[in-house]
């Protein structure tokens, strides 16, 4: 399993990119991979030829539309583990003694 912390953007276009955002996240929830939406990019669990397929698209799908992508990309790899998603910010909790902001 992977956990993938991904972010991608025309560069040279409009200030305002949540139009960029928003079609790569139909393409990531049609993928039925676990995800969350951050304020910077995005998370997605699974396994890797699945995650980087979902990667591949949201970027093939952008160069049809701009000329230039700026794209980082975070890999996490741990086999066997699942729900990473979600257990990594629970085992800070836990920690930490109350629910966190995410």
């Not at 993938?4 to 393409?27: C, N, Q, R």
Request: aromatic fraction near 6%; charged fraction near 30%.
């Amino acid at each position: 399993m992977v956990l993938v912390d991904f972010s991608l953007f025309p560069v040279g276009k409009e200030e305002h990119l949540s139009p960029y955002v928003a079609d790569a996240l139909k393409i990531i929830e049609n993928s039925g991979l676990q995800y969350q939406l951050t304020a910077m990019g995005t998370l997605i669990e699974g396994e890797w030829d699945d995650v980087m397929e979902v990667v591949k698209k949201c970027f093939m799908h952008m160069k049809e539309q701009a000329p230039r992508i700026y794209c980082t990309l975070k890999i996490d790899a741990q086999a066997g583990n699942e729900s990473r998603l979600r257990q990594k910010v629970e085992s800070v909790e836990k920690r930490i003694g109350h629910k966190l902001k995410t």
